[in-house]
């Protein structure tokens, strides 16, 4: 591999023109014969016995020029990259200036990490919730446990909201049974919302014998030969249950957990709902930081580095999602969601995952830092605590430059938290406003936000990124090949007819 030119462009690009010898590219060639020859079919030859001058001479002399361009073109521009200091951010650019027997030359367009200048990034004054633990923090706490210990039990009285009325029912359309409408012995929480409205509130104020014919009529959302249709339940109420919650005490603590008092137990659910915010506020006060670090700093982030890394992060989620048994498209179509938002949001967290990067890239470059081998072997002692395995194997498992590049980021990111302020949040002033209200005059409610999953996945490529490209096998069946950028040709290939 020899570079024959190198010239930088603007917005972050270089290119490189780039020569593999004949004899690194007749050797790609033979490594692609080799792989192909079992699907190529040549008269008077079994499978995968044709010899490859015998398959040249039948099917062209440049038959395996281009899959061995691809073959070959990813270490040769790794190699290029490292020989010209490139630090490569995105899929490159491939276009074929000449290839045959002497050999291939091709120009490559980079995409290469962007100059950064930082601004102020010591002496930062940030927000920091005050961790506070109230009553009702104590409650939600408790909630799960109070739920373990509950009991349901029948009782002989009219059915409550919040009581479990046993029922039997079955549902008529003019007068008809209809399919799905019949149950018996449903356990059915009076207020879940769990059956069709209307049905629920009906049940309220039966006892246990009652019978009742239920008056409903289907939403019109609902299933096609019953939506906004008019039917009648007939119900019968053969018990009602009550969920009979424990008396909080010490009996209850027991019961529940390893403590032997109350009070010993919400202590601990306190220490560990503290410990837990705690984290979150950390968490948010870094956040906060770096978001006014990446703010200060100047930089054009290129388009390409913001797509590479968008497109690793929906791969990482994917593949996640693929591990549970799901497809990507079944996930997103279940939480709400299409496609191309999913996307766009993928670009949103990676251009944030970019600029602190960036960030603190530069920091690690202005305060000179450095990672011993001492705080990697003890970096590596802890993986072995935390995962239970042998030093060895996870000295073998772990790769050390993305552990050594992790290292010297928390570095960086030390230098800003240890020269930070925490300032106390602001309270927000009291604003009249006028509530809003319906038709009915009654209070609107603000609507929820929906939630949506972020694409996760943060992974430092250990290779410098290559492009994908897809090709088809011999019988037409798609194969994925080694990753491959967009190409062109300036020159004919030199082919045998």
Do not use: C, W
């Not at 010239?7 to 590219?25: G, Q, W």
């Not at 149950?183 to 009906?202: K, M, R, Y």
């Not at 929906?314 to 990507?328: D, E, P, S, T, Y």
């Amino acid at each position: 591999m020899t570079v024959k030119s190198m010239e930088k462009l603007e917005n972050s690009k270089v290119t490189l023109e780039i020569e593999v010898d004949a004899a690194a590219f007749d050797a790609a060639i033979n490594k692609i014969y080799h792989k192909q020859k079992g699907r190529i079919s040549v008269p008077g030859f079994r499978i995968g016995k044709a010899p490859r001058k015998i398959i040249e001479n039948r099917y062209g002399s440049g038959v395996f020029y281009e899959d061995a361009v691809e073959e070959l073109y990813p270490e040769a521009l790794d190699a290029a990259a490292k020989e010209k200091e490139l630090d490569v951010v995105a899929y490159p650019e491939i276009e074929i200036i000449s290839m045959g027997k002497d050999g291939v030359v091709f120009k490559a367009t980079l995409t290469v990490k962007p100059e950064v200048t930082l601004g102020e990034y010591k002496g930062l004054t940030v927000e920091k919730a005050e961790i506070v633990v109230t009553d009702e923090d104590m409650e939600q706490e408790l909630a799960p446990l109070v739920r373990q210990a509950s009991r349901i039990v029948e009782v002989e009285r009219a059915a409550v909201n919040g009581d479990t009325a046993v029922i039997d029912f079955e549902g008529f359309l003019e007068g008809v049974p209809f399919d799905g409408g019949k149950g018996e012995s449903h356990n059915l929480e009076l207020g879940s919302g769990s059956f069709v409205p209307g049905f629920e509130e009906q049940i309220v104020g039966l006892k246990a014998g009652d019978e009742k014919d239920i008056d409903i009529t289907f939403p019109e959302n609902y299933a096609p030969e019953l939506a906004g249709k008019a039917v009648v339940f007939k119900v019968i109420v053969q018990a009602v249950k009550e969920n009979q919650k424990p008396k909080l005490d010490d009996e209850f603590a027991q019961d529940v957990s390893e403590f032997s008092t109350l009070n010993e137990l919400k202590k601990d659910l306190a220490a560990k709902l503290t410990e837990r915010r705690e984290t979150e506020s950390q968490k948010a006060f870094d956040e906060a930081l770096m978001a006014q670090v990446t703010s200060n700093m100047t930089v054009a982030v290129p388009d390409e580095m913001v797509a590479y890394e968008a497109d690793k992060l929906v791969r990482n989620f994917a593949q996640q999602i693929q591990q549970q048994g799901m497809k990507l498209e079944d996930y997103l179509g279940m939480m709400g969601m299409d496609i191309s938002f999913f996307q766009e949001d993928a670009k949103r967290t990676a251009l944030r995952r970019i600029q602190n990067d960036l960030a603190l890239g530069a920091i690690i470059a202005a305060e000179k830092i450095e990672v011993s081998e001492a705080e990697i072997d003890a970096e590596l002692a802890v993986l072995a605590e935390q995962y239970k395995m042998e030093l060895d194997a996870i000295k073998a498992a772990v790769p050390l430059e993305e552990l050594k590049t992790d290292l010297s980021y928390r570095k960086a990111l030390a230098v800003v938290k240890d020269s930070a302020v925490a300032g106390k949040p602001k309270k927000a002033a009291a604003k009249k406003t006028a509530k809003k209200t319906d038709a009915a005059g009654e209070e609107k409610k603000p609507a929820a936000k929906k939630a949506t999953k972020k694409a996760e996945g943060e992974e430092k490529p250990a290779k410098k990124p290559v492009a994908k490209k897809t090709t088809k096998k011999a019988d037409g069946e798609a194969e994925e090949k080694k990753p491959v950028a967009k190409k062109t040709s300036k020159k004919k290939e030199e082919t045998a007819d």
